[in-house]
């Protein structure tokens, strides 16, 4: 058994359980892949315990059977791209606060191979986002597990994105931005402008403007296998686009074209835990 670990950099409080992982694995013969980043953290905190890793490496050139993401939702992310199509099953734990995308605490990290024996989880396949955007360059990665974002580029003016889904047109959003996710990035930055919450296992798009400036504007939800066509316009002459957070910016009248990935990212999810407990535990819901 291989197994790939991603993390954030701050695990001072985590690393020792950290380490107690690391030598669970060792004893039990399995095979460790880390990210760099993570590595040279730790190097500083647990140094004895990284004896134990095998391989280091930044690139996605490697084969696993499974991925552990240490910290939050944003690690989460930055793992599914790390992995990005190799159908590499991702199981978050929890270092950070909200952590929405993980399924553990960390201390449940040490026991992970006994629960993973013992068939705790369960798989669930997400869809991505795909932006067809040669015009960023072949070393943009063009997929998103959370949501594509159309913001201003430092400027107060409105941004008017004509919006068309599978060739017909929907008309122009007036906002100060607009949003697709998907249905796991629906508790995200969706949630924030009003959005719907849409089970993550359902196969939907939702169009979301931000700060609307027409009341009649309302977020949309549309087949997951529709293509969707944004082209903004404005007074500035650019316009900031974002997948998860990572950001470029184009010109004004840019065709824009997103539709599914033809991969999913595999999440893994404790077999007991339901969507309903995610909402209870991590938003409140229905808690007074």
Not at 73 to 101: C, E, S
Request: with cysteine; aromatic share 6%.
């Amino acid at each position: 058994m291989r197994i790939a670990i991603y993390g954030s950099r701050r695990q001072q409080e985590a690393a020792p359980t950290v380490a107690r992982f690391l030598e669970t694995l060792h004893s039990k013969g399995v095979e460790t892949v880390m990210h760099r980043k993570l590595y040279r953290h730790l190097l500083e905190v647990i140094p004895e315990s990284l004896t134990h890793v095998g391989t280091v490496t930044e690139t996605p050139r490697f084969t696993a059977d499974m991925a552990v993401s240490l910290g939050g939702d944003g690690t989460f992310l930055r793992t599914a791209m790390w992995v990005a199509d190799k159908q590499i099953p991702i199981v978050g734990v929890n270092t950070g606060h909200l952590g929405y995308l993980t399924s553990l605490t960390i201390g449940q990290l040490p026991s992970l191979l006994d629960m993973v024996a013992s068939d705790r989880f369960r798989i669930e396949r997400r869809s991505l986002i795909h932006l067809d955007a040669p015009f960023l360059g072949e070393h943009f990665y063009p997929y998103a597990l959370n949501e594509f974002a159309l913001t201003r580029e430092d400027t107060a003016s409105m941004i008017s994105a004509r919006v068309s889904v599978d060739g017909v047109d929907l008309g122009d959003y007036r906002a100060d931005g607009l949003l697709v996710c998907t249905s796991t990035g629906s508790t995200a930055y969706n949630l924030s402008v009003g959005g719907p919450i849409v089970q993550p296992t359902v196969d939907v798009h939702v169009i979301a403007p931000v700060a609307a400036h027409s009341l009649a504007m309302r977020p949309l939800v549309v087949d997951g296998a529709a293509e969707i066509a944004i082209v903004p316009s404005g007074r500035a002459n650019r316009v900031r686009l974002a997948l998860d957070g990572r950001s470029a910016d184009v010109d004004m009248g840019t065709r824009i074209c997103l539709s599914k990935a033809p991969f999913k990212v595999l999440v893994m999810q404790l077999a007991d835990h339901t969507f309903a407990d995610a909402l209870r535990e991590k938003l409140h819901w229905g808690i007074s």
